[in-house]
């Protein structure tokens, strides 16, 4: 997994420079964008069928490959957070999780900008390049600071959202948009936000996300306390402490 986002990350860092250049043009760098995200999708699943030719795949841009194997399945996301890379903004990454019997076991998410290498296995902690990853200890909502993703044109939930802002924004220390899922659920492993939750998600946004958290010694659910995050891409996480306290406001009446 870390080789093949390596290498995939070589032509992301390429192709993010070159939009800075694009973003002058009048055609804008969208059609250019979408190709580096086809060309990084390519690379990360030669490179995974390299190691393990009979696993699955389900792949944002290129959908469900069933594999021979039957049990095992390659969820990835190219570059989860396009709208940064489109604007020049140095926030997204590579997302590859692995399933096994609809089990999340192993997880990597990669800012190839940054440098930052997030990864976890089922049973063997959560690591920031070679840092053990524990999430924060904060109790109090009031000290927290808690990561959204706002839906935008196109999608649905835009009152529903409203609602759950309103009740969060006025007892935490700061609500933030940062624009990639996967990162934010990175950055919870991590302890720098002590929660995250979003609606209208998709596997390949989550799926590394979930090991990451639960490694990291965090609770990962829907908002209601649901066990189908992945599927349902409905998705509260948080440190242990704030999960239930988050849980109750999101969904008071
Ligand atoms: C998006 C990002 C964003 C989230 C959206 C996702 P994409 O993924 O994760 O943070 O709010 O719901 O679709 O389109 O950049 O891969
Ligand atoms: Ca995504
Ligand atoms: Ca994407």
Redesign the pocket.
């Known amino acids: 997994m870390t080789g093949a986002a390596q290498k995939a990350a070589k032509g992301l860092r390429r192709d993010f420079g070159e939009v800075e250049q694009l973003q002058v043009s009048h055609k804008g760098p969208s059609d250019f964008v979408s190709a580096a995200d086809i060309k990084a999708e390519k690379v990360l699943r030669a490179e995974l069928a390299k190691a393990r030719p009979r696993f699955g795949f389900l792949m944002?841009e290129g959908g469900e490959v069933k594999g021979e194997d039957g049990h095992h399945r390659w969820i990835i996301?190219p570059?989860?957070?396009?709208?940064?890379?489109l604007h020049g903004i140095p926030h997204?990454a590579i997302s590859i999780g692995l399933e096994m019997d609809g089990d999340i076991i192993a997880g990597l998410i990669f800012n190839p900008i940054t440098d930052e290498m997030f990864y976890a296995e089922k049973g063997k902690g959560a690591f920031l390049n070679d840092k053990r990853l524990r999430v924060s200890s904060r109790n109090n909502l009031l000290d927290s600071v808690i990561a959204t993703?706002?839906?935008?044109h196109g999608?649905p939930g835009h009152k529903p959202f409203l609602k759950q802002l309103e009740r969060v924004m006025g007892g935490v220390a700061g609500i933030r948009?940062?624009?990639?899922?996967?990162l934010?659920l990175a950055y919870v492993a991590a302890g720098r936000c002590d929660g995250f939750w979003?609606i209208?998600?998709?596997p390949?946004?989550i799926a590394a996300g979930i090991i990451l958290v639960r490694e990291a010694g965090g609770y990962i659910t829907e908002i209601d306390g649901g066990k189908n995050a992945l599927y349902t891409g409905n998705v509260l996480a948080a440190n242990p402490k704030l999960h239930k306290q988050l849980s109750d406001i999101l969904t008071a009446a």
């Open positions: 944002e996301d570059i989860d957070g396009t709208t940064n890379f997204f993703g706002i839906p935008f999608r948009r940062m624009g990639a899922a996967s934010d979003e209208g998600l998709q390949w946004d």
